[in-house]
């Protein structure tokens, strides 16, 4: 196996709302390349995880982090970070679609723009290619100037990550990114997910309740669970093939064979 190579380390991260704790001294590394699930019930603190990785839980009113997130060595909240280019290199989808009221070119363009001025050319190649890895161009080609909020709930989730591929990022985090599609939609996006993975260069953490799916899509696994002061914490992290099968921790034990008998 290759040497495993963090690309996020977490150390002993704390979260608050306000004066509420929400998650408590999470340490964990995110591994290069791989594909990380993030499991738990309801309401211990997946989606406020993730959204500590890339800052974006900042834009929550009164929200605290305590402790480090380091992606590749350099600690995210220290204040120097520009926070434009953090949200670039650590994207995000969410679990619903939130595509901008725009055409499906301009919603895949959109982020790129920002970065900087490009000619024409580059950026029409750009698009094309976000949308070609994003397994959509076929669907999409003869409509990249129609409304995409048009489009049906997987598209515009395979939209969704197109536009944060477009901008080259290191890692992609990923709330749920099939709960509000069908089966066959999620089954599109899971061998998307798929297809990504075997792009070693790009890092995936994913949030999901669909426990078959993180068996086939993950690489590592990290259990949360509510302790029993009701805060968040991150309860076991291991291999996903171990954490399914001979997981160490009795709580991980009765989630997943809870779910998966
Ligand atoms: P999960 O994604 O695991 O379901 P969340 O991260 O969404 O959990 O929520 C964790 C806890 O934080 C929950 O108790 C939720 O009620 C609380 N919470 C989420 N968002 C806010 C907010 N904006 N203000 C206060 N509490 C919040
Ligand atoms: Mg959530």
New binding site residues.
Partial sequence: MNKLIPAIKVKNLSFY??T?K??EGVSMDIYQGKVTA?I????????????CLNRMIEL????RVEGRVEFFNQNIYERRVNLNRLRRQVSMVFSKPNLFPMSVYDNVAYGVKIVGWRPKAELDEIVESAIKDADLWDEVKNKLHKSALDLSGGQQQRLCIARALAVKPQIILM??PCFALDTIASVKVESLIQSLRLRSELTMVI?SHNLPQVTRLSDFTAF?Q?NEN?I?EMVEFGATKKIFTTPVDSRTRDYIFARIA
């Fill in positions: 709302y306000h509420q929400i998650l993030i738990g019930p309801s309401g211990c603190g997946k989606s406020t995880f993730l959204k929550e009113p009164e929200a709330d749920e949030v949360f509510n009701r968040g």
